[in-house]
């Protein structure tokens, strides 16, 4: 039976040291790309305007991730509040950019490690999937020191926008056990206007190999249920903004062409994205098709591919009572 690593890192105390680590660069942050700098210990906020504590939106059962993610009984997932992107088509702005509004959701650490049990023994979640988890790595570890000893055995998602510093990548080495990073943009100068980040392109690339150095492929059970691994997401954008034909090429030839992608169409114009011509509609058929077709001229076979219909259905709403999707 899979053992999660963390459980051992548990045991010898190496979590804990990590833990402890992580918490002492909040005095001066340096989680993120943003290298803020700020006291976060002492309630200085920065560009993510988060503090010491965690910033949690909603806890639920989650049944729209991929297949082997979400298996039959659902993803356990954490939507953390605010981000460090600042994306302005962002499907999850209400939390993401919502900051003031956010600040009253945050969560004591003990309520937060009961909620991951609950997620485990009470809905019967296949894993907990920590989503834009990249500013609040050190109170994760942070938790899971409370949570493991109160029996967490579940595998650990780690769902990033793929802004992530390396560092602070390798330090999760071992704990976490399936990364869902994006691969969003090829060009810095549309992450910077789109997302308000210059150095993406270097930034997400580098922490997607270190992903790939310490988990590898998707590998999952007897019920293909995954374990451990990577799924690179890629969403579609319009006027081919997201670079897919570079994206994809280097995915294939940099990292390995049986990475797991998760080719994502189900863009739609939200936030600000009326704003900007380019992006102030969904994707055509002839975009999608292209994108599809890049997957086979790659020699990309392994993943899953949204449907066309995909904005009809992932449309959350963070409002809604109990949870962000309607699930009927």
């Known amino acids: 039976m899979f053992e999660p690593g963390y459980l051992a ?3 010898s105390g190496e979590l804990k040291r990590r833990a402890e ?3 002492a660069r909040l005095a001066s942050c340096d989680i993120c790309p943003r290298k803020c700098g700020v006291n976060r210990l002492n309630g200085e906020l920065g560009y993510c305007h988060s503090k010491a504590l965690p910033i949690v939106e909603t806890v639920c059962q989650h049944l729209g991730e991929e297949p082997p993610i979400s298996g039959s009984k659902g993803s356990g997932t954490v939507f953390f509040g605010n981000c460090n992107l600042r994306c302005v088509y962002c499907q999850n702005h209400q939390i993401s950019q919502n900051w ?5 959701k945050e969560m004591e650490y003990q309520i937060l490690a009961e909620k991951l049990l609950y997620l485990q023994n009470d809905l019967g979640c296949h894993n907990i999937n920590f989503v834009s988890p990249s500013h609040f790595v050190p109170q994760i570890l942070k938790t899971l020191l409370l949570a493991i000893p109160m029996g967490l055995k579940i595998p650990l998602i780690y769902n990033t926008s ?6 602070t990548i390798k330090a999760l080495d071992g704990i976490i056990n399936i990364y869902l990073p994006d691969l969003r943009y090829a060009s810095d100068q549309i992450a910077k206007r789109f997302s308000q980040a210059p150095d993406y392109v270097e930034r997400d690339r580098n922490a997607i190999k270190e992903i790939y150095r310490q988990v590898g492929n998707l590998r999952t059970d007897e019920n293909d249920i995954a374990w451990k691994g990577l799924i690179v997401r890629h969403l579609i954008l319009p006027e081919r903004l997201a670079g897919s034909e570079e994206s994809l090429t280097w995915l294939a030839r940099e990292v390995s062409p049986e990475v797991s992608i998760g080719l994502m169409a189900q863009y739609y114009p939200t936030h600000h994205a009326t704003r900007f011509h380019a992006i102030s509609r969904g994707i055509t058929e002839a975009e999608y098709n292209e994108a599809v077709d890049l997957l086979d001229k790659l020699g990309l076979e392994n993943g899953w591919i949204q449907e066309m219909s ?4 992932y449309q959350p709403n963070f409002e809604r009572e109990k949870h962000p999707f309607n699930t009927g």
């Open 100 to 104: 003031r509004k956010m600040q009253s």
């Open 310 to 313: 995909a904005p009809e259905n």
């Open 21 to 23: 680590t992580m918490e």
């Open 162 to 167: 793929g802004y992530d510093c390396v560092d």
């Open 9 to 11: 890192l548990y045991r």
